[in-house]
């Protein structure tokens, strides 16, 4: 008995790569391994600083506290360039007044007889002079001496930034410190308890923002 033969599939070039390509495995996603719990030190020096930070004003706000207090007053002097300018609009008035007494005294002798008689001439005279300085329109005198003013403050609004950021932290280092690792010796904790509380009231000097107890 004949067995029947199987009909013969042509594949092409095409479909065998496509078959080729479904039947590979696919490709295994790289896994990160999960991140590992905190440990225990880490909590404690993270809650340290949370303590320690605890209602303090950002190191942002500070320093534009610093910079504020740093240029106060600075706004009424910026303006006086321009008010200077103006300034020689206005004239220099002088006035003077000038009396002058004059006398003449004639004696001789005239046809009709001998001249004896004083003569008085009274004078006042009344000066009024207005005088203008068109150049200080340009450029006054003083506009020197106000830009060197003005970096000056500038100078020193920086130096009081810098200032108060060193501040800000080195008192939030020493809490931290006076957290994780307070003294035994009761006069050593007491000496950080005062540091801390000087840093504050040099703080609140440079920000114009006391608070409660320096610290």
Same mark, same amino acid.
Request: aromatic share 2%; hydrophobic share 45%; net charge positive.
């Given at each position: 008995?004949?067995?029947?033969?199987?009909?013969?599939?042509?594949?092409?070039?095409? &479909? /065998?790569?496509?078959?080729?390509?479904?039947?590979?495995?696919?490709?295994?996603?790289?896994?990160?391994?999960?991140?590992?719990?905190?440990?225990?030190?880490?909590? =404690?020096?993270?809650? &340290?600083?949370? =303590?320690?930070?605890?209602?303090?004003?950002?190191?942002?706000?500070?320093?534009?506290?610093?910079?504020?207090?740093?240029?106060?007053?600075?706004?009424? /002097?910026?303006?006086?360039?321009?008010?200077?300018?103006?300034?020689?609009?206005?004239?220099?008035?002088?006035?003077?007044?000038?009396?002058?007494?004059?006398?003449?005294?004639?004696?001789?002798?005239?046809?009709?007889?001998?001249?004896?008689?004083?003569?008085?001439?009274?004078?006042?005279?009344?000066?009024?002079?207005?005088?203008?300085?068109?150049?200080? /329109?340009?450029?006054?005198?003083?506009?020197? *001496?106000?830009?060197?003013?003005?970096?000056?403050? *500038?100078?020193?609004?920086?130096?009081? =930034?810098?200032?108060?950021?060193?501040?800000?932290?080195?008192?939030?280092?020493?809490?931290?410190?006076?957290?994780?690792?307070?003294?035994?010796?009761?006069?050593?904790? &007491?000496?950080?308890?005062?540091?801390?509380?000087?840093?504050?009231?040099?703080?609140? &000097?440079?920000?114009?923002?006391?608070?409660?107890?320096?610290?």
């Amino acid at each position: 008995m004949a067995r029947p033969l199987l009909p013969r599939v042509r594949m092409t070039v095409p &479909a /065998l790569l496509v078959a080729a390509v479904l039947a590979a495995p696919a490709p295994s996603t790289p896994t990160h391994p999960p991140e590992p719990p905190p440990q225990p030190a880490d909590r =404690v020096a993270l809650r &340290a600083l949370a =303590v320690a930070a605890a209602g303090d004003p950002d190191v942002a706000s500070v320093q534009a506290a610093a910079a504020r207090e740093a240029l106060r007053g600075a706004a009424e /002097l910026d303006g006086w360039p321009g008010r200077a300018r103006l300034s020689a609009l206005l004239p220099r008035i002088t006035a003077e007044v000038r009396h002058d007494e004059q006398s003449n005294r004639t004696v001789g002798l005239q046809s009709a007889g001998e001249v004896d008689y004083l003569r008085l001439t009274p004078g006042t005279t009344v000066l009024v002079r207005a005088t203008w300085t068109l150049a200080d /329109l340009v450029a006054h005198r003083g506009e020197i *001496a106000a830009a060197t003013a003005a970096a000056a403050r *500038a100078r020193r609004a920086t130096e009081a =930034v810098q200032r108060a950021t060193v501040i800000y932290f080195e008192r939030r280092r020493l809490r931290v410190a006076l957290l994780l690792a307070p003294p035994e010796d009761p006069l050593a904790r &007491a000496q950080a308890e005062l540091e801390i509380a000087r840093l504050g009231a040099e703080l609140d &000097a440079l920000t114009g923002a006391p608070r409660e107890g320096g610290r």
